[in-house]
């Protein structure tokens, strides 16, 4: 299996699939009902917040890999107020499919080259997005032991 082949898996595995770690992300959000995603801890970010953040910086890596250079995540976009939960998760579903489309189209022709703007290759880019997301998913689950 190629590495570009193992960062797409690894990707699908934690969003929903086999994951090693316990469940997966939409194991966890799809049985989280709209009237519980705005639970937070403390000050803390609400779960739907973080899904937001999530998503936007997958949306972050596809920008990157599609070469938009300029890219950047703006405060607005980086923890943003909430709508309906519905529409968080179709933003989310949306972003992995759009994820999955660029690495695919990205390969490994450029992995070893730095991310504009960064000081990290795209390969720490593409394996930081799996842990960005894991990191945020067990702050949900510490949420959502409150229920």
Do not use: C
């Not at 090693?20 to 917040?49: V, Y």
């Not at 991310?115 to 930081?128: I, N």
């Amino acid at each position: 299996m190629s590495e570009v082949d193992f960062i797409i898996q690894s990707v699908k595995d934690s969003y929903d699939g086999q994951a090693w770690h316990g469940p997966n992300i939409m194991s966890i959000l799809d049985k989280i009902p709209e009237n519980q995603s705005g639970t937070r801890i403390g000050s803390g970010h609400s779960i739907a917040e973080l899904v937001l953040h999530m998503t936007a910086w997958r949306n972050f890596v596809i920008q990157k890999l599609e070469g938009n250079d300029s890219y950047d995540v703006s405060n607005e976009e980086n923890f943003p107020r909430p709508g309906d939960w519905e529409n968080t998760l179709k933003i989310l579903r949306e972003s992995q499919f759009k994820l999955i489309e660029a690495i695919e189209k990205f390969g490994a022709k450029k992995l070893d080259q730095t991310v504009a703007g960064r000081k990290y290759t795209f390969r720490k880019l593409l394996h930081g997005i799996v842990d960005h997301d894991l990191y945020h998913l067990g702050q949900i689950v510490m949420i959502t032991k409150q229920f």
